[in-house]
């Protein structure tokens, strides 16, 4: 266990030990007295998450309903996007210094440095190119494989990393080059979203600019009793994210129905391994690292997958969270350069 930075549920047993060890070496993340706001009021632009947000833990980056801890996990996450198995230990970070987004938006569109140029907008504290432009030369470029990937740069900026409305930012340019080397954006999906809910919690408002249909797949799949996991779910063909996307869902709940319902949450409601994950093993640690860190394309937030065991079927305990809070930053100033190079080498 010590060697691998993978371990096994089966090794439930050693993992407790382990984390009852660091627990008791390293204390808590949290400073001695804090408390964790669960119920201030937030307002956000979909019922749902309205209700969600509530429940949210900022410190502990998980949701909170009552004795229950539930969070997407980066195995559930990679199940659900049925990401090849070779990606899963090669996670994307942001390098230090990459190339600009003139430079990366020619080499995705093969346009010229003058088109690309006239069509780069300035939002906010970064550059990004309307959807219109790209939406134009989807259905004019002369490549159609040139048009596909356009086409799948849209869909990052707009739905799994959105930031200015009808814009896709520099930053999605970045990440999107990088998956040709099959990099996993697992992980900075996963960061994007914790940052967001942890921002409209911390703003007590907002807009949730995460993949928000990503996370509702996953908050249904735990929270509706489902059949039992049939064969075809063994099936490479299978994909649980069309599935439930498929599924007919009520949208005609209130956000005080919502929170009447997550109020009265118990254990029994709650449908702990998702019925499409199959137990493997976890990501628990990473490198010195006594929980998971996660780097995104605008900043690194960090996470503990031992505090939802439950969602493997395994035995929950209280796990090692020292320097779980300070794990959260933005990439800028000076600073941030170092600590991304240590959990990129994590």
Known sequence: MEREFLGKVEDNAAVRVWSKKIQQEKGDSLMEGYVSELWDFTRINKRLFQALTQYWNPAYSCFTFGMIDLVPTIEEYTTLLRCPRIQVDKAYARAAYVPTFLKKLMNITRMSKQWVTARIKKKGDSKCIPWKNLRDLILAHPDVRKSVNIFALSIYGLVVFPKALRHVDEAIADLFDRLDKRVTPVPAILAKTFRSINACRRASEGRFIGCAQLLLVWFHSHFWKVEKVSY????????????????????????????????????????????????????????????????????????????????????????????????????????YKKKVREISNA
Request: contains cysteine; charged residues 25%; proline residues 7%.
């Open 232 to 335: 075809h779910v063994f099936s490479e063909n299978y994909s649980p994210l069309k599935e439930l996307v498929a599924t007919p869902r009520r949208d005609d709940i209130t956000e005080e129905k919502w929170m009447m319902i997550l109020q009265n949450l118990q254990e029994e409601d709650v449908e702990w391994r998702a019925p499409w994950m199959i137990p493997n093993e976890i990501l628990y640690r990473c490198g010195e690292f006594d929980w998971v860190p996660l780097l995104k394309i605008w900043g690194a937030i960090g996470y503990t997958p031992l505090l939802v065991l439950r969602q493997y079927r395994s035995r929950q305990f209280i796990p090692a969270t020292q320097g779980l809070a300070q794990c959260k930053f933005s990439y800028r100033g000076d600073n």
